[in-house]
């Protein structure tokens, strides 16, 4: 359910990106910002995943994490929300 609405915040941003009115694309990136947050927890260094699961994850964070390359935060409402899941992020780089 987490890979699922993080694909989904991402394909609607990329779909959305840039013609969407701002407050959207923060709701979207709020969005996205939680599930990467959530993703964080399901694949850390305490969990039993299984490796299919893990690959998952991993890719799914790939996907958002060149996402955020290609289109950077800027502006959050939520700064630490955002700051947090960035790091997040770099941590499966």
Known sequence: ???????????ELLVLNCRAPAA???????SLDRS?????????????????????????????R???LRFPRSNAVNQQLSERAEDALNEFS
């Open 1 to 11: 359910m987490v890979v699922t609405n993080a694909k989904m915040a991402w394909s």
């Open 36 to 64: 990467i947050l959530a993703l964080r927890k399901f694949a850390g260094p305490n969990k039993t995943v299984k490796k299919r699961d893990l690959k998952i994850v991993r890719e799914t964070l790939q996907l958002i």
């Open 24 to 30: 959207k694309r923060e709701q979207l990136e709020t």
């Open 66 to 68: 060149e996402y955020r």
